[in-house]
């Protein structure tokens, strides 16, 4: 369920230089890196789905992986100097991280690159209440 801004979850200082000022976590030190529970990774700050745990796939970078999202939960924008992808959410364009292709990791060959302070895990057992 999406959050209307009004509603939005209260950011910690941490959670807020990531997702607002687009920082970025030292790798393996994440939460989600090494995680491997089964239902939905959510955006921290305005709850809309971003990632299901089968999409979620040991990159070796540090930071937690993705190889698909959501459908329309991933807003995509280049960075300035054009090297880069940013992903933002969707719905409050908070800062997830970057996402790369042609790494030839996984079968999709993507690679979301996330950091754990910018999502929120919700259990496969929670969603079917």
Same mark, same amino acid.
């Given at each position: 369920? +999406?959050?209307?801004?009004?509603?939005?979850? +209260?950011?910690?200082?941490?959670?807020?230089?990531?997702i607002?000022?687009?920082?970025?976590?030292?790798?393996?030190?994440?939460?989600?890196?090494d995680?491997k529970k /089964?239902?939905? %990774?959510?955006? &921290? /700050?305005c709850?809309q789905a971003l990632?299901?745990?089968?999409? +979620?796939?040991d990159?070796?970078?540090?930071?937690?992986? %993705? #190889?698909?999202?959501?459908?329309?939960?991933i +807003? &995509?924008?280049? #960075?300035?100097?054009? &090297?880069?992808?940013?992903?933002?959410?969707?719905n409050c364009?908070?800062? *997830?991280?970057?996402?790369?292709?042609?790494? /030839? *990791?996984?079968?999709k060959?993507?690679?979301h690159?996330?950091?754990? *302070?910018?999502?929120? %895990?919700?259990?496969? *057992?929670?969603?079917?209440k």
């Amino acid at each position: 369920m +999406k959050k209307n801004k009004t509603d939005w979850n +209260k950011l910690s200082n941490e959670e807020a230089h990531v997702i607002l000022n687009k920082g970025t976590e030292r790798p393996f030190t994440g939460e989600y890196n090494d995680f491997k529970k /089964q239902g939905v %990774f959510i955006c &921290r /700050q305005c709850e809309q789905a971003l990632y299901k745990t089968s999409d +979620k796939f040991d990159s070796g970078c540090g930071w937690p992986s %993705f #190889d698909d999202e959501i459908p329309e939960s991933i +807003k &995509r924008i280049p #960075d300035a100097d054009g &090297r880069r992808v940013e992903i933002v959410c969707s719905n409050c364009d908070g800062h *997830l991280g970057h996402v790369f292709k042609g790494e /030839q *990791l996984t079968s999709k060959n993507v690679r979301h690159c996330v950091n754990s *302070l910018s999502i929120k %895990f919700i259990s496969t *057992l929670n969603l079917e209440k």
